[in-house]
């Protein structure tokens, strides 16, 4: 008896674990299994246990990614790394990257998010700041889902070990223990996604450009008569190679079949022609 009912709880938890997102991924076999009255009387607390769910959810802070970009002139590219890597880690973060020449270099930074604008703003005393960009990603819903599934993945897990701990064959033992390492995989895949959601909310990542002139941003190209007559020309190319590579496709198929029909044709021809010429005669 004891084996029907392991191999029912595995079969249960896979199921369980399909729908993971969906509503009804965290009801029990006993509540399944529970008459219609008991189930609705526990409809209003699942209900109410929902609402006082999505509450803090709606009510917690934005979960924001921040990211910085500046472009710096200085006379001294080394000493004015020198001095953003230092302003950096006085700020509670860390230097990352780094790449600099005597005339332009970069260096990425993390500092704490709190810190950001403050940092981007002491720049100027670094040096000339020639251009300033600073982003946000708002990541909430995506920690917030990634919070629910460790939840559900850790209960799913749970529940597996205490049927390990049942199972009384080999078999028996090889599928649950199977199925147990699956999820405990997906269970650290999904742990290790929220802690680097909360590593870069956490930490803002700024990346300086340093050179000994002004960073100039890229001219778009003005249109006129030589940009319009290169584009044609290249257009024309193009199309031209293309009826080239068409022309080449098919005439494999010319050769093999084009040649035999026109022979065909040509006696076909001659001898309607022999023959008009007999019954003239």
Request: with cysteine.
């Amino acid at each position: 008896m004891r084996r029907p009912v392991l191999w029912v709880g595995v079969a249960l938890l896979a199921l369980v674990s399909t729908g993971c997102s969906s509503n009804t991924s965290g009801m029990s076999a006993k509540d399944a299994a529970a008459p219609p009255q008991a189930a609705q009387q526990k409809a209003p607390q699942q209900e109410n246990a929902g609402q006082a769910a999505v509450q803090p959810v709606q009510e917690q802070e934005r979960q924001l990614v921040r990211t910085a970009t500046v472009d710096l002139r200085s006379d001294d590219v080394l000493k004015a790394i020198g001095e953003i890597k230092n302003r950096a880690t006085a700020a509670g973060g860390f230097a990352g990257q780094e790449n600099s020449t005597k005339n332009s270099g970069s260096v990425t930074v993390r500092v704490p998010s709190a810190e950001l604008d403050r940092l981007v703003r002491d720049l100027t005393s670094v040096g000339d700041v020639t251009r300033s960009e600073v982003r946000s990603e708002d990541v909430t819903d995506q920690l917030v889902d990634v919070e629910a599934r460790i939840a559900t993945q850790k209960a799913s897990v749970d529940r597996l070990r205490v049927l390990f701990e049942r199972a009384g064959t080999t078999a028996e033992i090889a599928q649950v223990e199977s199925e147990l390492t699956k999820r405990q995989a997906e269970l650290e895949s999904m742990q290790r996604r929220s802690e680097s959601l909360k590593g870069k909310v956490a930490l803002a990542t700024l990346t300086v450009q340093v050179a000994t002139v002004p960073i100039a941003p890229p001219k778009p190209d003005e249109p006129g008569f030589l940009s319009a007559l290169a584009g044609g020309w290249n257009a024309l190319v193009t199309v031209l190679g293309g009826i080239l590579i068409a022309v080449g496709a098919v005439l494999p198929f010319v050769m093999v079949l084009g040649v035999p029909a026109a022979v065909v044709l040509y006696l076909l021809r001659r001898r309607k022609r022999v023959t008009r010429m007999n019954e003239a005669a």
